[in-house]
């Protein structure tokens, strides 16, 4: 059904700019905006427009419906505001203190729908539009396509990670950083005013944003890193903790990503909580007390490295990312292990689950784990994976619910390991 609609969408647009002939190019540059008017197409010059207003104010021109505002975590003293209902695809963070943007008046500009007009002057050629589409069809197909072209977005770590000649210093030298750049284990048990249920509301959160700016795996490890080394050291209010969370993924992108975001766009995402001095000022904060050590190395990378140095298949591996994803969500008990270890376990499942074997000879020989150190941290991954469906917080499961990743959260977890 799909194929023939587009298909008859093809034909119709190669009889427009093939037999068909116009007196003059004007004419037949109102005719193309006539037709692409029709068929829903904003012209360039109102994407021009909307571009001009930059990226925070052009991700307000979006759908009826579209979920733009993620929420905020919890209420701001200096804004003195309440947050209420937001959108049914994403759960308000802390019910108690929303209520609708609706009651904020002119504080809170509510998304726009960009409307086609006619305006022939900035067209774009039906040539542009041809390859535009073929471009987003290349978003659908099979499982397994749709799998390896999210790998693609590791590229970058893959590139730096997989010289064989240096695969073994590269990773002694990860193992040797790990270990100064890790949060302190129990940090949580010193915050007097947050909890563990807090921050795993927050993590969900980051995940959200992660999605929606389709930001790279390795800034949310890099953000939830930034955010769990900050804890260990300084004391945050209940008011303040998104604020930190949103410096985290900022400083996380700007380090990780070609593009990164706009600060007012991670502002327009708090719902506004925070104006963008806070958040620069609390970047400025989190950089110090981290000593501007912003390079720290993540259950992300080691897996990544893993994958390489023995190869399984994408849903394995989109599995083993789902896991390592998951373990976010819980500082304890997983800060008090060692990201390579987290990695080795998340391999060890994902590689048991799918192809009933555990830890190969060839990464024990490199990494110089045993499956009996691996053990307890397996353990206590294989018991989050079995409670992941029943969670509030479905963020990663939604994540991983699609084709891109196989639709791994779907899968059934094992009952039981095969050792004690």
């Given at each position: ?154 590229a ?45 509301i ?6 959200e ?100 140095e023995e ?72 018991k ?11 963020a ?7 084709s ?17």
């Open positions: 059904m799909d194929g023939a609609s587009d298909a008859g969408g093809g034909a119709e647009l190669c009889m427009s700019i093939g037999p068909r002939r116009h007196a003059s190019w004007e004419e037949f540059i109102a005719a193309k905006a006539e037709k692409m008017a029709s068929r829903g197409f904003a012209p360039l010059s109102s994407r021009q427009d909307l571009m001009g207003l930059g990226r925070a104010d052009g991700l307000r021109a979006l759908k009826p419906g579209q979920r733009v505002v993620l929420g905020v975590l919890t209420e701001n003293d200096q804004h003195n505001r309440v947050f209420g209902q937001v959108s049914s695809k994403y759960e308000p963070a802390f019910r108690d203190v929303s209520i609708s943007s609706a009651t904020l008046g002119d504080h809170v500009v509510e998304p726009v729908l960009v409307r086609s007009t006619k305006s022939p002057s900035f067209l774009l050629p039906s040539e542009l539009l041809l390859v535009d589409d073929a471009v987003q069809d290349l978003g659908s197909g099979s499982c397994m396509d749709s799998s390896m072209q999210s790998l693609l977005e590791e970058a770590s893959e590139d730096v990670l997989c010289v064989p000649e240096y695969a073994e210093d590269i990773h002694r030298c990860l193992r040797e950083r790990e270990i100064k750049y890790r949060p302190k284990p129990g940090y949580m048990g010193k915050q007097p005013d947050i909890t563990n249920c807090m921050r795993i927050l993590v969900d959160w980051l995940v944003v992660g999605e929606e700016y389709k930001l790279c795996s390795e800034t949310l490890y890099l953000a939830v890193n930034y955010l769990d080394r900050f804890l260990s050291c300084i004391s945050v209010l209940r008011g303040k903790l998104q604020l930190v969370g949103t410096a985290a993924i900022l400083l996380a992108a700007k380090y990780e990503e070609v593009y990164p975001p706009e600060v007012d766009e991670f502002v327009y995402i708090t719902d506004d909580t925070y104006t963008k001095k806070q958040l620069l000022r609390m970047e400025q904060h989190l950089l110090r007390v981290l000593a501007f050590d912003v390079t720290a190395p993540t259950v992300h990378q080691f897996l990544m490295q893993y994958t390489l190869h399984i298949c994408a849903r394995s591996v989109n599995l083993a990312l789902y896991l390592s994803e998951l373990s976010l969500l819980e500082v304890d008990p997983f800060v008090q292990y060692l990201p390579s270890k987290t990695a080795a376990a998340a391999y060890c499942l994902a590689n048991y689950t799918l192809n009933g074997a555990l830890w190969p000879e060839n990464l024990y020989s490199f990494t110089g784990y045993s499956l009996a150190v691996i053990g307890p941290c397996l353990k206590e991954l294989h989050l994976h079995l409670g992941a469906a029943g969670r509030p917080q479905q990663i499961q939604e994540k991983y619910k699609s891109k990743y196989c639709g791994v959260s779907l899968l059934e977890p094992v009952e039981c390991l095969p050792f004690h």
